[in-house]
């Protein structure tokens, strides 16, 4: 009978045995219900779309994808791929095409369907459907500008990577690119080229001279040309501070704070060892810092712990400044930028790792290495539940992955152990690749990038590839245009040795240009990625190249995510130019007027006015920091700042600058000085702008004079005597502010006779040059040349009659 009960046990009646024996299946949550792919014929891989995949439960549940060409029974289409056939929820799918060989058009539509093991479906079919476009050819040369810093004792040789691309239908093909360098010291060389062309940018530092040095790179390829400007910095011998991050970014949400930890290395890429104070120059009200002090010695860098308070901070953007200091290192101080994004409270919590991901190796045939951590990190007040599987790659082998708990709780006051590890196996030697998916219960998904590298058998090992796995990043990622985000690539080869030679670029699908990545020690290597464009979807792709070691060539590792559109200052990296003789890369001098170029700069379009006869260092909320000095203000726009660089600036050393924008602020660039840069003032012809005796101006209807006196007009001159102070007008009685470097003219090859070299009177960093024409020159346009200290400025001409 249904129900009785004997010697302790329960029967069943068949109606309960029948039910158990079922397969439970829940109701699958599958979003987006359909996939469309874009892709460049003859180009990159077009990007991949994901789909979520979670139960409406929370429960996992194991599903599979069957694939068709758009009904039962027709072919699967071989452009088609699928990242896994076989999965668990939650689960991740990413979607994408194979382009080679199609020719422009539209393809598909085909199908995924999500099934139980059965075969029953779980949810609508989903179309996918690609389109492929030819583009015409287009060359990309990145990065745009290349900026070396080395010191005397240091290595004498550094190296960074140029990418060379067609992003548009094509390629470029092996052996079209031709590299030269403009200077002795820079050695540039094609690396590789397939698909992508690789130039290695060597500067080698034996016979150089602390200081700035500048030379050009010329790239010639098939689709044209292109300079890159090189700056290379030398400093003396001593220690150099570094602060990275530079810039660093977090997310809250209103009333339930966050326990993410934030650091900040305070690094000395110099010799001997530096102490160095730390504070918060802006921010103070919600972040803290720890310790306030410290030293730093080359490969034994000082850590700095944020912590910030977010039960006060309303829903929006917080910026803070991080100053640096030490009195051992030229460069001092330096700057870090913290950007906390608080959320509205009813916004829906998202998980963080760190680290977002993880590179394993193991011997084909032992034990499986030691699992490795994640913590998870949420910003909810109230304990909410997490759900984790980890699935591999199709391709990459079968259930190797692994992670505990699969189903847990989370807080802000209680982040999540996750323990990621790798199940026995016998795989063969290689690279493998897998994702562990996160879901809170919703389709907003994060995943934790996991690479195994396989060894074979044996003492010895011979290596044969390389492994590479984003760590600063998860896939399904989410930031800001403006907001610095953090990159990390952990490189290793097959046999487990971490590569530290290698050359890393990563490209961004969102137009960004490339950013090349330095090594931070033990394979890991970082950077700094501040995004100018949205996309509610793209790719980043990082390229490496380990040079040197036989057998490797080179690999890619790909993130996907999103870039959401933000309105936050950006200070564009080599950015700050000289106004009248604009050379990028190049130094400045004190006192020179310079031009700013970014984005979101300033609220509105100002020409600031003088105020008791000094120009403002603040206007409509926006001011410039050189070093530890506020810059005086000539103009403002929301892409270009012009600026006075502080007179009072010492010349010979590197310093930060950034911008100030009502509380938000850039990541810092940095500049050089030297003691003078002059530049002449010409109209975009080359004319030089000038004035006869009696001030009126000289062109082609009123030309200069054999023998008469005429005024020119130049800036970055350097310090005058008596000195007048940082945007301080001109006197315009005597005595005149005579430049401390006197300058040497000459017209159409002959030296000219300077009468005055100083401010012009009633300016700000105005400079002007008071020259005789000389009496036997030719008439015609002829060239005028001004140099001070050693230094050419731009040339112009001057017509004569």
């Given at each position: 009978m249904a129900g009785m009960k004997r010697a302790g046990c329960v029967f069943l009646s068949l109606a309960s045995v029948a039910t158990l024996g079922a397969q439970i299946t829940p109701s699958l949550l599958v979003t987006p219900a359909s996939v469309?792919?874009?892709?460049?014929?003859?180009?990159?891989?077009?990007?991949?779309?994901?789909?979520?995949?979670?139960?409406a439960d929370g429960s996992l549940f194991d599903f599979q994808v069957e694939i068709d060409g758009g009904a039962p029974g027709v072919r699967k289409p071989d452009w088609l791929l699928v990242n896994a056939t076989r999965a668990t929820t939650p689960a991740r799918l990413l979607v994408g095409a194979s382009t080679a060989g199609l020719a422009a058009g539209d393809y598909g539509p085909a199908r995924l369907q999500i099934t139980t093991s059965r075969g029953v479906l779980m949810a609508p079919p989903i179309p996918v459907a690609l389109r492929v476009v030819r583009a015409a050819p287009r060359l990309e040369v990145a990065p745009e500008v290349l900026r070396f810093n080395g010191r005397i004792g240091g290595p004498v040789s550094l190296e960074q990577p140029v990418l060379v691309r067609n992003t548009g239908s094509g390629g470029i093909a092996a052996g079209t690119v031709m590299v030269t360098g403009s200077a002795a010291w820079l050695r540039p060389a094609v690396e590789t080229c397939a698909g992508d062309c690789l130039v290695r940018v060597s500067v080698a530092l034996p016979g150089l001279q602390p200081g700035l040095h500048r030379a050009v790179l010329r790239i010639a390829t098939e689709l044209g040309a292109r300079e890159v400007p090189v700056a290379l910095y030398l400093a003396d011998r001593g220690p150099l501070l570094e602060l990275y991050p530079p810039g660093l970014q977090l997310d809250a949400r209103a009333g339930h704070g966050t326990r993410e930890p934030r650091q900040i290395s305070v690094l000395n890429s110099g010799e001997a060892k530096l102490n160095w104070t730390a504070e918060i120059a802006s921010g103070r009200q919600w972040l803290s810092l720890s310790p306030a002090s410290g030293t730093a010695a080359p490969g034994s860098p000082g850590t700095i712990e944020l912590a910030a308070d977010t039960s006060t901070l309303a829903p929006g953007a917080h910026y803070a400044l991080i100053k640096v200091a030490t009195a051992e290192a030229?460069?001092?101080?330096?700057?870090?930028?913290?950007?906390?994004?608080?959320?509205?409270?009813?916004?829906p919590p998202a998980p963080a790792f760190s680290p977002a991901g993880l590179l394993f190796t193991a011997t084909s045939g032992a034990a499986p290495p030691a699992s490795q951590p994640v913590t998870l990190f949420l910003s909810n007040s109230a304990s909410i539940p997490y759900q984790s599987f980890a699935q591999v790659n199709q391709g990459m082998g079968t259930s190797w992955l692994s992670v505990t708990p699969s189903r847990a709780e989370a807080s802000t006051s209680a982040p999540a152990p996750l323990h990621v590890a790798t199940v026995p196996t016998n795989l063969p030697p290689g690279v493998y690749t897998g994702d562990v998916v996160v879901s809170l219960g919703s389709p907003l998904l994060r995943v934790i990038n996991v690479t195994l590298a396989v060894r074979p058998p044996g003492d010895t090992c011979s290596p044969a590839?390389?492994?590479?796995?984003?760590?600063?990043?998860?896939?399904?990622?989410?930031?800001?245009?403006?907001?610095?985000?953090?990159?990390?690539?952990?490189?290793a080869n097959d046999c487990g040795q971490p590569v530290a030679n290698a050359l890393v670029a990563v490209t961004f699908s969102n137009g960004d240009p490339a950013l090349a990545l330095r090594h931070a020690g033990d394979g890991l290597y970082t950077g700094v990625w501040v995004p100018r464009g949205a996309a509610s979807w793209m790719s980043l792709t990082a390229r490496a190249w380990a040079p040197g070691l036989p057998g490797l060539g080179t690999t890619r590792a790909r993130l996907h995510g999103a870039v959401l559109e933000n309105s936050a200052p950006v200070l564009a990296p080599n950015g700050t130019l000289h106004t009248l003789n604009p050379q990028v890369g190049a130094a400045l001098a004190p006192g020179t007027i310079a031009q700013i170029f970014g984005a979101d700069l300033a609220a509105a379009t100002a020409q600031p006015p003088l105020s008791g006869g000094r120009l403002p260092t603040s206007f409509t909320g926006s001011s410039v920091i050189v070093g530890e000095s506020a810059a005086p203000l000539y103009?403002?726009?929301?892409?270009?700042?012009?600026?006075?660089?502080?007179?009072?600036?010492?010349?010979?050393?590197?310093?930060?600058?950034?911008?100030?924008?009502?509380?938000?602020?850039?990541?810092?660039?940095?500049?050089y000085l030297v003691p003078v840069q002059p530049g002449v003032a010409a109209f975009p012809d080359g004319r030089v702008v000038a004035q006869d005796a009696g001030f009126r101006l000289i062109d082609?209807?009123?030309?200069?004079?054999?023998?008469?006196?005429?005024?020119?007009?130049?800036?970055?001159?350097?310090?005058?005597?008596?000195?007048?102070?940082?945007?301080?007008?001109?006197?315009?009685?005597?005595?005149?502010?005579?430049?401390?470097a006197r300058p040497q003219v000459s017209i159409d090859g002959q030296p000219a006779e300077v009468v005055f070299a100083g401010l012009t009177p009633a300016s700000v960093g105005l400079y002007q040059i008071n020259v005789r024409v000389p009496a036997d020159v030719r008439t015609g346009d002829l060239k005028l040349l001004v140099s001070q200290g050693g230094v050419t400025a731009n040339e112009t001409v001057l017509p004569v009659r």
């Open positions: 469309s792919l874009t892709a460049v014929a003859q180009a990159d891989e077009p990007l991949s779309q994901a789909i979520a995949v979670i139960t030229p460069n001092s101080p330096q700057y870090a930028v913290f950007v906390l994004r608080v959320a509205d409270a009813t916004a590839t390389l492994a590479a796995v984003h760590t600063a990043l998860p896939d399904s990622f989410e930031t800001r245009t403006g907001v610095p985000t953090r990159i990390g690539l952990r490189l103009y403002l726009s929301g892409g270009q700042i012009n600026a006075q660089i502080p007179v009072e600036l010492p010349p010979g050393r590197p310093y930060p600058i950034l911008v100030n924008v009502r509380g938000a602020y850039t990541l810092p660039d940095s500049i082609a209807g009123n030309p200069a004079r054999r023998g008469d006196y005429i005024v020119i007009y130049l800036a970055g001159m350097g310090l005058t005597n008596p000195m007048v102070a940082s945007g301080l007008q001109t006197p315009s009685l005597p005595p005149l502010a005579e430049v401390v």
